[in-house]
């Protein structure tokens, strides 16, 4: 791959990829969460992207965060449900490292 223009981005030592600058725009997801219909939009367009698991929880899990921040508590609902179907469909357990301990068990909260 030539090397963008001067000024697009850094190249780290040892790498092919730059950093600030979007290699391929084609497969971009806009992460919208103005609305509730703008939130519901981009999470069925995560669910279809074909990106790895980890990038499309990353995706929402980046959304639910800047709506958690921002006070859109409607839109954190949407985020973690869509999540979840995710795991779902990926066959992954959602595992709750605060309620068991190492031994399995519940532990005291």
């Known amino acids: 791959m030539a090397d963008p223009k001067v000024g697009t981005g850094k190249k780290p030592k040892g ?8 290699e391929n725009p084609k497969d971009t997801v806009p992460i919208r969460f103005a609305t509730v219909a703008d939130a519901k939009r981009t999470v069925a367009q995560v669910k279809k992207v074909k990106k790895s698991f980890a990038r499309k929880i990353q995706i929402l899990t980046v959304m639910e965060q800047r709506a958690k921040v921002m006070g859109k508590t409607e839109v954190v609902k949407i985020a973690k449900l869509g999540k979840e179907q995710i ?5 992954r357990k959602t595992t709750n490292n605060k309620t068991k301990s190492k031994t399995g ?5």
Do not use: E, I
């Open 15 to 22: 790498s092919d990829r730059r950093l600030y600058t979007d």
């Open 87 to 91: 795991r779902k469909q990926h066959g």
């Open 105 to 109: 068990k519940k532990a005291r909260v």
